[in-house]
Nanobody
Framework: QLQLVESGGGLVQPGGSLRLSCATSQFTLDNYAMAWFRQAPGKDRELVSTINSSGESTYYADSVKGRFTMSRDNAKNTVNLQMNSLKPEDTAVYYC??????????????????WGQGTQVTVSS
């Protein structure tokens, strides 16, 4: 079963930073748009950020714009999410997602081809 593997979650104080990574050794991500979603307890899964297959175009939800930066390294088959100035409301399980040959900047859950297992991010003092 093909899968993505996230890492880098943890507990951080408000104002702190974390860097999430997503990788796979099972297939190449070159033709996939990639995204980070998050899901807080009792809430729907929401789109946080996307990056197109070349890495030239990114999208950010308004709630994270200016604080989060998504990047990818196709040579290493990885994507990253640098999260700065973290707030308690950023607390959630963060999921990496891949959509094959995506044509839009945003990503619907229904169009995701592969998911990661999720990594917990907790922002608390």
């Amino acid at each position: 079963q093909l899968q993505l593997v996230e890492s880098g979650g943890g507990l951080v104080q408000p104002g702190g930073s974390l860097r999430l990574s997503c990788a796979t050794s099972q297939f190449t991500l070159d033709n996939y748009a990639m995204a980070w979603f998050r899901q807080a307890p009792g809430k729907d899964r929401e789109l946080v950020s996307t990056i197109n297959s070349s890495g030239e175009s990114t999208y950010y939800a308004d709630s994270v714009k200016g604080r989060f930066t998504m990047s990818r390294d196709n040579a290493k088959n990885t994507v990253n999410l640098q999260m700065n100035s973290l707030k308690p409301e950023d607390t959630a399980v963060y999921y990496c997602a891949a959509e094959f040959e995506a044509t839009t900047q945003t990503m619907d859950i229904a169009r995701v081809d592969f998911w990661g297992q999720g990594t917990q991010v907790t922002v608390s003092s």
